[in-house]
C-alpha cells in the first residue's frame, strides 16, 4: 500500500530525518525533524503545513495519533 493510500484524507506527520540548518541572508536557521501534512481539499494530495522539533506537541496541536506518525528508521 502507498502512502498516500494509506493516509488519503487524514493528517500524519512524518519524519524528515535529522534536523537540518540552512543558511539565509548570513543567518543560520534551524528546520524542524517533523513535518504535518495535511490533505488539499478536493484533492488526493497533502501538503505541510508546520515543521517542527517537539513531535509530542505537533501531535496534540494537530490532533495526530502515534498510528499517524511515520518515522524513518
Known amino acids: 500500500?502507498?502512502?498516500?493510500?494509506?493516509?488519503?484524507?487524514?493528517p500524519f506527520i512524518s519524519?524528515?530525518?535529522e534536523a537540518q540548518t540552512i543558511t539565509?541572508?548570513?543567518q543560520e536557521i534551524?528546520?524542524?525533524?517533523?513535518?504535518?501534512?495535511v490533505p488539499?481539499?478536493?484533492?488526493?494530495r497533502h501538503q505541510i503545513v508546520e515543521?517542527?522539533?517537539d513531535l509530542g506537541s505537533l501531535m496534540s496541536k494537530y490532533n495526530i495519533s502515534e498510528e499517524s506518525v511515520c518515522v524513518l528508521v
Open 1 to 10: 500500500m502507498k502512502l498516500e493510500e494509506l493516509f488519503l484524507g487524514k
Open 15 to 17: 519524519d524528515l530525518g
Open 24 to 26: 539565509e541572508k548570513e
Open 30 to 37: 534551524v528546520v524542524g525533524q517533523y513535518a504535518v501534512w
Open 40 to 44: 488539499v481539499r478536493g484533492t488526493k
Open 51 to 53: 515543521v517542527g522539533d
